[in-house]
């Protein structure tokens, strides 16, 4: 894992948008976006029919869950002729479509493309050098821009924090604390955890909790010394931990809630605390779907004294795929331009997602009470970790999500989820040819 450096529609639904008013002539192709339902794709959704009313260009979207979007952005990458001119690849699964050769290099479409210097580039992830397979603005090519920041932060209840005297936790045994406070089931649950098998769903949850206590899946993934320490005595802390946030503060049915029933249990006023991504930031003070408006707060997400915060980007890179006319990568590129501009991120955080500019996130706007969160977001970045930088993370996550699920519910204790991780991690390393071992099993 590497630091981040600064540099409601159905799924599978289809929405296409056109300008309003008067027919006007496409100044380029039509394009397609494939695009996963997602708390930040309304915000995008109403950034596309802004580039549409100002452009006249055409866009349609096919919208689809997180693992309909994987499949079918693999399906179509492979195919003779891609259905999908723009792909938003996941933090967690986008190294896999950049060692396939499938996404086509940003300058080799049109070599005077640049990536704004205000925006994110997330560790380097926009950058790829296939002869040394790493993620390097130096010798890398650029192959994609950023259009979701996603890091995680802490969510909580300023109203209950003000009647309880609490401030805000930076160690995890202070968000321990308030928590354990705040807990009155079923009224409210002190804090709400993301603990379902699902696609990035515990396992993502686990993250902030796993680098907050100093651990790493492996040995020095930079130097390619893949040797697994999952089961390390760091990585058990983390994950007792994780499980006594459960037992003593936490919902009953943690090992059952996705992200959007913790989203749910928050607007709704069942948490009081939630580790959740940036981009739910835009539900918490919507009238229509919130009863706690203007009581969430947003900070960074605590950690372990000694150590810190360490929080998994989740972020979303936009690429354009090799397999479709030229005509429309040319399209799908004017789109990204448009998009990483001051203007166009300014529009993207009013309509309600997160920016990928840093100089949006430092504009006089978070003096605003509904852009509260961006001063928070502003400071978590710094600490934000790529969580894969092989393109074997789908199968990793699988894995982490199946066993940390069994240790959520008790179907495994704490030691055995984190050796068998271990173990299963070493025979996927084996088997793509890394140098690999793992630690010997927690007692």
């Known amino acids: 894992m590497q630091k981040l450096s600064r540099r409601g529609v159905l799924a599978g639904a289809a929405v296409v948008v056109t300008a309003p008013g008067a027919a006007r002539s496409a100044q380029v192709a039509p394009i397609t976006i494939a695009i996963n339902q997602s708390p930040?794709?309304?915000?995008?959704?109403?950034?596309?029919?802004?580039?549409?009313?100002?452009?006249?260009?055409?866009?349609s979207m096919d919208v689809n869950s997180f693992e309909g979007l994987l499949q079918k952005s693999r399906d179509s990458v492979r195919a003779k002729d891609g259905a999908y001119d723009l792909l938003p690849l996941n933090g967690s699964f986008f190294v896999e479509?950049?060692?396939?050769?499938?996404?086509?290099?940003?300058?080799?479409?049109?070599?005077?493309?640049?990536?704004?210097?205000?925006?994110?580039?997330?560790?380097?992830?926009?950058?790829?050098?296939?002869?040394?397979?790493?993620?390097?603005?130096?010798?890398?090519?650029?192959?994609?821009?950023?259009?979701?920041?996603?890091?995680?932060?802490?969510?909580?209840?300023?109203?209950?924090?003000?009647?309880?005297?609490?401030?805000?936790?930076?160690?995890?045994?202070?968000?321990?604390?308030?928590?354990?406070?705040l807990n009155d089931p079923p009224k409210i649950y002190g804090i709400v955890q993301r603990g379902a098998r699902g696609s990035t769903d515990v396992s993502y949850d686990f993250f902030p909790y796993f680098l907050g206590f100093g651990a790493d899946m492996f040995r020095d993934p930079k130097g390619g010394d893949f040797t697994v320490t999952v089961n390390s005595d760091k990585g058990r802390a983390a994950l007792d931990y994780y499980l006594t946030l459960?037992?003593?503060?936490?919902?009953?049915?943690?090992?059952g809630l996705g992200q959007a029933q913790v989203i749910q249990n928050v607007v709704t006023g069942k948490a009081?605390?939630?580790?959740?991504?940036?981009?739910?930031?835009?539900?918490?003070?919507?009238?229509?779907?919130?009863?706690v408006p203007g009581k969430i707060g947003y900070a960074v997400p605590p950690h372990a004294p000694g150590f810190h915060p360490g929080l998994p980007i989740g972020?979303?890179?936009?690429?354009?795929?090799?397999?479709?006319?030229?005509?429309?990568?040319?399209?799908?590129?004017?789109?990204?331009?448009?998009?990483?501009?001051?203007?166009?991120?300014?529009?993207?955080?009013?309509?309600?997602?997160?920016?990928?500019?840093?100089d949006v996130l430092r504009t006089e706007v978070p003096n605003r009470p509904e852009l509260r969160w961006m001063k928070p977001l502003a400071d978590a970045l710094p600490y934000g970790r790529v969580m894969w930088t092989v393109p074997e993370g789908g199968e990793l996550t699988a894995v982490l999500d199946l066993r940390l699920n069994q240790a959520v519910t008790g179907e495994l204790t704490a030691a055995t989820a984190l050796n068998t991780i271990a173990k299963e991690f070493e025979a996927i390393m084996q088997k793509g040819g890394y140098k690999t071992?793992?630690?010997?099993?927690l007692g």
């Open 315 to 358: 972020h979303w890179l936009a690429g354009i795929p090799r397999n479709v006319p030229r005509e429309r990568q040319a399209a799908a590129l004017a789109f990204l331009n448009w998009f990483q501009s001051f203007d166009a991120q300014m529009k993207y955080t009013l309509a309600g997602a997160p920016p990928v500019r840093g």
């Open 437 to 441: 071992g793992r630690l010997p099993d």
């Open 97 to 181: 479509f950049y060692y396939g050769g499938f996404m086509m290099p940003l300058q080799e479409i049109d070599a005077s493309f640049k990536l704004d210097p205000n925006v994110f580039t997330f560790d380097d992830t926009v950058y790829f050098d296939p002869a040394t397979r790493t993620m390097n603005a130096k010798t890398g090519k650029l192959m994609t821009v950023p259009i979701n920041p996603n890091v995680p932060m802490l969510y909580y209840r300023t109203d209950l924090y003000e009647k309880a005297g609490l401030k805000v936790p930076e160690t995890f045994a202070e968000l321990l604390a308030n928590a354990k406070k």
């Open 246 to 255: 459960e037992h003593d503060a936490g919902h009953p049915n943690t090992g």
């Open 272 to 291: 009081a605390h939630a580790i959740m991504v940036i981009a739910a930031w835009a539900q918490m003070d919507d009238k229509t779907k919130s009863l």
């Open 40 to 59: 930040w794709f309304d915000g995008f959704r109403k950034l596309v029919d802004t580039y549409v009313s100002e452009t006249g260009n055409k866009v």
